[in-house]
């Protein structure tokens, strides 16, 4: 039986991204070197997901000949995935709104603007979380993206981008005005990172704050529960979910089942986990920009999450961080039974 009381279950309803319906409103969070074609596809298989998105891609390299050719082989999207919303990060008005134009001409339902990442590589750039710092300059790179592309734009935030500063509001008023169709907000300040709790209260300020667009609510969301209380107390329209998810394909399932029934799904067994992390790898090497070699190192880890082991035991996992080859995954998640 579930936890969650019935009368407290949260109506899920469809809801619209410009002129996009988003049928269930459970979205898979964009992740570096996680939300490839792999992992979104077997996510859309389980069900339960209203929306996919893309890794993010570096508007700048698109515009630059020697690194076009690479970031154009992160373009893996397909057309059954409608709608898939595919993520650009970038400080440059111009280079993201040209940017936008490539993406859209290669099937982009959506473009999403990353304006949440924390890593130095992408926030000395002036990209990403750093653009929060000011709220007329990223006001701007969704302006500009807006006025290039007949799709609708949104944007993923963070609180802030110096801890305490929440600028996520001001921005959110700001961005509706200029044509963004849905914002997501992650509640954690840039420095933070992933550590410490997500702050739901900057959610259901950003919500109060603008006129007719969706927000999406993102941070701490591991369970049925946890999407339950993010729904009640911050109003939002749709639960995005990310690191949870990891090695758990089927998680969007099981909350979506659970907050319209009423009732848990057990995880699947030890079998059908092996065998769907076996499909992740299997795709993954067949649809990656990397070679073999390069893909099952990217692998390890991806793999690993999917928690393989009896309890007590590392067997699997340290035979899956020695893999070198797509056949020693087959025959380390085969014999898994």
């Not at 319906?21 to 074609?37: K, R």
Request: hydrophobic fraction near 45%.
């Amino acid at each position: 039986m579930s936890n969650i009381a019935t009368a407290v279950l949260p109506t899920l309803k469809p809801f619209y991204i410009g002129d996009v319906c988003i049928d269930i409103p459970l979205t898979l969070a964009p992740m570096a070197g996680h939300t490839h074609y792999a992992y979104r596809s077997l996510v859309r298989e389980w069900g339960g997901c209203g929306l996919v998105c893309t890794e993010l891609i570096s508007s700048q390299a698109l515009q630059t000949k020697g690194q076009r050719e690479r970031a154009l082989k992160m373009f893996d999207w397909q057309p059954y995935e409608y709608p898939v919303a595919v993520q650009l990060f970038g400080s440059n008005p111009y280079e993201v709104a040209e940017a936008a134009r490539v993406i859209v001409d290669y099937g982009a339902a959506i473009v999403d603007i990353n304006m949440g990442c924390w890593v130095p590589k992408v926030a000395k750039k002036g990209a990403g979380a750093a653009l929060l710092r000011d709220v007329c300059t990223a006001t701007a790179v969704v302006e500009a993206v807006v006025k290039a592309v007949s799709v609708p734009v949104t944007v993923k935030v963070r609180s802030g981008f110096e801890d305490g500063v929440v600028t996520a509001v001001p921005f959110a008023r700001a961005a509706e005005q200029v044509g963004a169709k849905a914002i997501a907000v992650h509640a954690r300040f840039a420095g933070q990172g992933h550590a410490g709790s997500a702050d739901w209260e900057v959610i259901r300020c950003v919500k109060e704050a603008v006129t007719h667009i969706p927000i999406i609510g993102n941070g701490d969301v591991r369970n049925a529960q946890d999407a339950a209380r993010m729904f009640a107390q911050t109003g939002c329209d749709a639960v995005m979910i990310g690191r949870a998810s990891l090695g758990q394909p089927w998680l969007f399932q099981q909350i979506y089942h659970e907050l319209t029934t009423g009732e848990s799904m057990p995880s699947p067994d030890r079998f059908t986990k092996a065998r769907t992390a076996l499909e992740h790898a299997r795709r993954f090497v067949a649809t990656s920009r990397f070679n073999e070699t390069a893909a099952v190192l990217e692998l390890r880890g991806q793999l690993s999450k999917y928690a393989l082991d009896e309890a007590g035991s590392v067997h699997v996992r340290n035979q899956l961080v020695r893999a070198a080859t797509l056949a020693d995954i087959e025959r380390i998640l085969m014999a898994i039974n």
